[in-house]
């Protein structure tokens, strides 16, 4: 499975985002999708998931109320839009696969993407 993730770039603080995640080699429909973040000097933190339909989704307290996780499985494209951003969202923002587990448990996601750069100023 091969996963590209883009979107990413330098926003001002408040400003909003979305980032996008192609996935490609097996069908997309059958996999729980992740996204994820590492800031340096960080670990990588489970922000949001979202079911193979679409019909859950699964936030961070970090993050709710200000990102959503969406995707469109006729074009095997899961998404993140991101408001009202802040400086501290500034990292490298990742998307996983979940073939069979917790859609917030980050051991159980799979295949990862090379990851987009956020940097939110100040």
């Known amino acids: 499975v091969q996963l590209q993730a883009s979107g990413g770039g330098l926003v001002q603080s408040g400003g909003s985002l979305r980032l996008s995640c192609a996935v490609s080699?097996?069908?997309?429909?059958?996999?729980?999708m992740g996204w994820f973040r590492q800031a340096p000097g960080k670990e990588r933190e489970w922000l949001a998931g979202?079911?193979?339909?679409?019909?859950?989704?699964y936030y961070s307290d970090s993050v709710k109320g200000r990102f959503t996780i969406s995707r469109d499985n006729a074009k095997s494209m899961v998404y993140l839009q991101m408001n009202n951003l802040k400086s501290e969202d500034t990292a490298v923002y990742y998307c996983a696969t979940n073939l069979r587990g917790s859609l917030t448990d980050t051991k159980k996601y799979e295949d990862w993407g090379q990851g987009t750069l956020v940097t939110v100023s100040s």
């Open positions: 080699g097996r069908t997309f429909s059958i996999f729980g």
């Open positions: 979202i079911n193979q339909w679409g019909s859950r989704t």
